[in-house]
Structure formats: C-alpha cells, structure tokens
Nanobody, 122 residues
Framework: QVQLQESGPGLVLSSQTLSLTCTVSGGSILTTYYFWSWIRQPPGKELEWIGCTDYRGTTYFRPSLKSRTSIFRDTGKNQFTLQLSSVTPEDTAVYYC??????????????RGQGTQVTVSS
C-alpha cells in the first residue's frame, strides 16, 4: 500500500516561496512508469494540477505556473518537494501530493496524500 504524506508550513507571506515536501512510503519514486504530482484545490474551486516529476526525474509543469514552480527529488529519502515562488493570496489552497500511472495530471491518480492547507497572507 503506497502512502503519501505532505509536510510544510501552513502559513506563507505574500512574495515568499512556498515549499512543501511529500514523503512516500510503500513504494519507490524511482519505480518505472509512475509520475509524482502536486495538485491543489483553492477554496470553492476545482482541483488544479501544478506539476510533476517522473521516475527519471524529468519535470512537467502547468503552463500558467511554470515560471514560479520547481519540483525536485531526494531519492535517498524517497521524497519530492514543491517550491512555488512569489506567492500571492490566490495561491491559498489545500495542497496534495499524488501518484499517477501513465502520465502526469489528474487522470490516472491512484494514490493521494491527505492534503495540507496552505494560506498565503498579505
């Protein structure tokens, strides 16, 4: 059973960098054909895919967020980290990490963390 757990600060100031880490257990982030994503859900809105890294370490990002987003891995700890720079209150959301098969994105997600609330304060 794969488990994902998000960790990081729940409050970030505007213009700062949001940093969240996902710790994966029960499976390796190096396993072929799996994709490891960050997803968020702003209040009152739909789930939104942010970006992902695949088993090779290649990264893919939502075009509208690409200039502010980084995702990197710590394979020794079986973790992957999201960094979102220059945040504004519009980045306030519940952030999830997830695993998917076949491709990045919301489709194909088979495991997801419980989510962590991040509030951006102005």
């Amino acid at each position: 059973q794969v488990q994902l757990q998000e960790s990081g600060p729940g409050l970030v100031l505007s213009s700062q960098t949001l940093s969240l880490t996902c710790t994966v257990s029960g499976g390796s982030i190096l396993t072929t054909y799996y994709f490891w994503s960050w997803i968020r859900q702003p209040p009152g809105k739909e789930l939104e895919w942010i970006g992902c890294t695949d088993y090779r370490g290649t990264t893919y990002f939502r075009p509208s967020l690409k200039s502010r987003t980084s995702i990197f891995r710590d394979t020794g700890k079986n973790q992957f980290t999201l960094q979102l720079s220059s945040v504004t209150p519009e980045d306030t959301a519940v952030y999830y990490c997830a695993r998917s098969t076949g491709s990045c994105g919301l489709e194909g997600v088979d495991y997801r963390g419980q989510g962590t609330q991040v509030t951006v304060s102005s």
